[in-house]
């Protein structure tokens, strides 16, 4: 025998007659609107919130198509946001996004970013990263200027760290160059491609042209730094090293002045080493950058032959950052010019920070041994 089904509870009522009443507006305007009613714009906004709500997108985007003609840029915006959201979430038409998107391009004046939050990361609620390309690749024949450029930008982000498409990537980034040469962004992004790839001549022409472009900027040295580093250790260039990095002053900061050094120290000026060290160790900003400059004291004191400040120097920099690659550097000095003192130093302090109870052991084995020499 079957149960009766429970009452209806005068919420449920409610709720039924008004999705009744729903049902009942909804047939009245579908059938105004197919007799050509016209209504004003309020009554139009009113009409798209029932059809949304009913899902009835044929005759929704007639209304949409109807109410961009006579908005402001504010409705447009809202009224756009709603389509486009539509579009991803509902129906799922790239064509009808497409159309909608374009539709924005022409009605509503905002910048790229602003653009891209609200007409595409917003309504577009799973993230699609193919679909986000394909519908930028539909507005590039219709942007311009500025707008053109970070839409080709924003292109080069997707096709590199989300599609992985080195092809679509190349061709971007052309267009972007084509679009502006002197473009910033694109330049890094093809400095940043050859250099993934180790095309180092190319990197340094890239280097070079943002170099000119950031002239008397903070930028400019950061790209010297970058390209004086690709001469030392991949072009085996250090006379192109030394010269790009001739116009960097003491107020181009720490690691800029950092490779100036290294400059002279491979160069066998160890002399003019020890002036631009003057220099980083009034920039030095911590303990770690301290002990860095006074290791390289003592490594350019080591190669003038005056151990004595050499060893003082190391002693300097473990007191301000204790290294195991500097502990390594002094024990074996020490050991060859028998300065116990540094031996029993560089013991003490691998026993403090050596988790290996085999080392410790070893170190102060060894801190006994020669005891007796001091």
């Known amino acids: 025998m079957s149960q009766p089904s429970p009452p209806h509870t005068p919420t449920q009522d409610s709720q039924q007659v008004d999705r009744e009443q729903h049902i009942i507006e909804l047939k009245q305007l579908v059938d105004h609107i197919n007799s050509g009613t016209k209504f004003s714009r309020d009554e139009h906004l009113d009409h798209l919130k029932l059809l949304h709500d009913f899902e009835c997108w044929h005759h929704y985007f007639t209304k949409v198509d109807l109410l961009l003609a006579d908005v402001d840029q504010r409705q447009a915006n809202s009224i756009l946001q709603d389509s486009l959201s539509v579009c991803f979430n509902f129906i799922e038409d790239k064509a009808m996004a497409e159309k909608y998107l374009l539709r924005a391009l022409q009605l509503v004046d905002i910048s790229f970013p602003e653009f891209w939050r609200v007409m595409i990361l ?201 290294s195991m690659y500097v502990i390594r550097k002094y024990w074996r000095s020490s050991l060859q010019y028998r300065n116990f003192h540094g031996i029993l130093s560089t013991l003490e302090y691998i026993t403090k920070i050596t988790e290996s109870s085999k080392q410790k052991t070893k170190a102060l084995t060894l801190i006994n041994k020669y005891l007796g020499h001091l």
Not at 218 to 223: A, D, K, R, T
Not at 262 to 285: C, N, S
């Open 122 to 322: 917003k309504p577009m609620k799973i993230k699609d990263f193919a679909l986000e390309a394909s519908l930028l690749e539909s507005i590039v024949p219709h942007s311009q200027g500025e707008f053109l450029e970070e839409v080709l930008a924003r292109l080069a982000i997707l096709y590199e760290e989300k599609l992985y498409s080195e092809d679509h990537l190349l061709k971007t980034l052309s267009r972007l160059i084509e679009a502006n040469p002197r473009n910033h962004k694109a330049l890094i992004f093809y400095k940043n491609f050859y250099s993934q790839r180790h095309h180092w001549a190319k990197v340094e022409g890239f280097l070079k042209t943002l170099i000119d472009e950031l002239a008397e900027t903070s930028e400019e040295y950061f790209y010297r730094l970058e390209l004086a580093k690709i001469y030392l250790h991949f072009l085996d260039q250090p006379e192109e090293a030394t010269e790009i990095m001739s116009g960097v002053t003491s107020d181009a900061g720490f690691e800029m002045i950092k490779v100036k050094f290294m400059l002279f120290f491979h160069a066998g000026e160890f002399r003019q080493g020890i002036d631009t060290l003057k220099v980083l160790e009034q920039l030095a900003t911590d303990g770690k950058q301290l002990a860095n400059v006074y290791f390289h004291y003592a490594t350019s004191y080591a190669s003038l032959n005056n151990h004595a400040k050499s060893f003082a120097y190391f002693e300097k920099s473990l007191q301000k950052d204790v």
